[in-house]
């Protein structure tokens, strides 16, 4: 079974930027529909970034759109998210998975926490 690990998280100031990543073992990854997805205290988990397999087909979640940027490198079995231009909202804890339509489908890491202050 694929495990996937996030890392990249951390605190910034509103304005500033991270690059958070995912990083697959156990198996490949490369072929699948991937996602970013976050989850506020009181909330139900949502999906905020995906890409295709070979990383010509992205969507965004509305409050996200032109901020954030998914990105894919098959060779590494990696996802990426470049997040710039953070609000104090986007803080949370942020998870990658597979995805099918908008929800997940594979076992869930333990996420990488970002906080924006303000």
């Known amino acids: 079974q694929v495990q996937l690990v996030e890392s990249g998280g951390g605190l910034v100031q509103a304005g500033g930027s991270l690059r958070l990543s995912c990083a697959a073992s156990g198996g490949t990854v490369s072929s699948y529909v991937m996602g970013w997805f976050r989850q506020a205290p009181g909330k139900e988990r949502e999906l905020v970034a995906r890409i295709n397999w070979s990383g010509t087909s992205t969507y965004y979640a509305d409050s996200v759109k032109g901020r954030f940027t998914i990105s894919r490198d098959n060779a590494k079995n990696a996802v990426y998210l470049q997040m710039n231009s953070l609000k104090p909202e986007d803080t949370t804890v942020y998870y990658c998975?597979?995805?099918?339509?908008?929800?997940?489908?594979?076992?869930w890491g333990l996420g990488s926490q970002v906080a924006v202050s303000s």
């Open positions: 998975n597979h995805v099918v339509g908008a929800a997940a489908s594979g076992s």
